[in-house]
DNA sequence: GAAAAATATTGACTGCAGTCAGTTTTTCTC
DNA sequence: GAGAAAAACTGACTGCAGTCAATATTTTTC
């Protein structure tokens, strides 16, 4: 049968990852080598390479796991009939402690999200499709409750609100807002969004 | 006097950046080393990390150089009357042909810029601060003529437009969006920042 | 204009990411 | 279960980014 292989296959996977969590916590990303981590994770050096193409996709697929299990979780549990503006800064401010816990680890995160490179590109494609499948049902519900124009086609909704997340990532990064602003940015930002920019109709604006 | 000195360190400058645009665009910035890039420039490898300090920082002040220029003669030129969703299309939109002329340069000087080495804050913040003074004027025209609303912040707004972008470069480089979509997908990006996402009040959307 | 101080330049050196030819382990075949 | 085929593992090796102690050039001082 195939079984020892495929076992230890993940066991490995799994020592490299424990021993990256491990050692990039303690001494940080950029100061530990590739052949530390071997070491600690009790393989050699080119095993890590037959596990992982670099050594920040490590770091990357370490978080994508968090991110994968964070947004189930949140969706799952979360409250379907709160007013959508509050669900989704709930999602991405989770999203955003996560990324600012660690702000090394934050960074080459997002700016691989971001901007992934070609070869990853795959494999980003398919976690985002995943994490969309997850955001479509809440908005879907709330285009029926009305709160949401239904002309707008779901995808542009989440583009939307994801760009105003990368702003607020981006002005975190320099300082612009500090962690302690982020959630009532966030707020404000979605609220403009569902508003819009431009001048307020005569009938006054629509709440929430 | 102190003269013969500062003309060199320009001239130095100037030769490395020479240099680079040559190098970088032959063989492409990764395959380029700085070795050679020294050799290029006529001066010794250390030399180039006493006026950047990192390979991809030379990249930068490129396009960073790049960008001022074109930002300043863009909003000199700008017809600062026509509807401001078509000026901040125009605008954002050179910003985009710039950075998607080469998708490696683009991709390096997107991360850096969205999410900057805190070693580069102090550059980040100047750069970004002098952008602002350059879109400010025309949005506070646009709120002037009613274009905008008078009761969201300036830098909210310039937050709001500048987000869109971001998710505009980061759909591009995912495949999403393709080159020649980019200015559509833009505009209704825009329009639907200034509309709103919420649901229309029964009064009907203002237009542009 | 000579000696001293300040600043700029240099390339040999260090450390590490990533490769690859050779070796070991597991699975398949009869 | 022996021998062949497939897959996984390994660490010596390569190439390059970035450092730094030594050297060269410019400016200042008297």
New interface residues.
């Given amino acids: 049968m195939a079984g020892i292989r495929e076992q230890k296959k993940q066991d490995t996977r799994q020592a490299i990852m424990q021993a990256a969590i491990k050692l990039f916590s303690e001494k940080g990303f950029e100061k530990t080598s590739i052949e530390e981590l071997a070491k600690a994770a009790g393989i050699g050096k080119g095993t890590i390479y037959s596990y992982f193409q670099t050594k920040s996709d490590i770091l990357h697929a370490f978080c994508e796991d968090e991110l994968v299990c964070l947004h189930q979780e949140l969706t799952d549990n979360a409250d379907k009939e709160i007013p959508i503006l509050q669900q989704m800064v709930a999602i991405y401010m989770s999203e955003f402690r996560l990324i600012t816990e660690n ?1 090394e680890f934050g ?1 080459l995160f ?2 691989q999200t ?5 070869v990853d ?1 795959a494999q ?2 398919e976690n ?1 499709d995943n994490y969309f499948k997850l955001l479509f049902p809440l908005l879907e519900k709330a285009q029926d409750r ?4 239904k002309d ?1 086609e779901l995808l ?2 989440v ?2 609100f ?10 975190w ?3 612009r807002i500090p962690t302690e602003e982020a959630e009532i940015a966030l707020e ?2 979605f609220r ?13 604006r ?1 709440k929430n």
């Avoid at 971001?114 to 070609?118: E, N, V």
């Avoid at 009305?146 to 124009?149: K, M, Q, S, T, V």
């Fill in positions: 702000r960074r997002m700016q971001a901007f992934p490179r070609d590109l980003h494609l985002e009305g709160e949401l124009r707008v542009h909704i583009g939307h994801y760009g105003l997340y990368l702003l607020l990532v981006s002005a990064y320099t300082g404000t930002l403009q969004a569902m508003e819009g920019l431009g001048p307020l109709p005569e009938s006054g629509t």
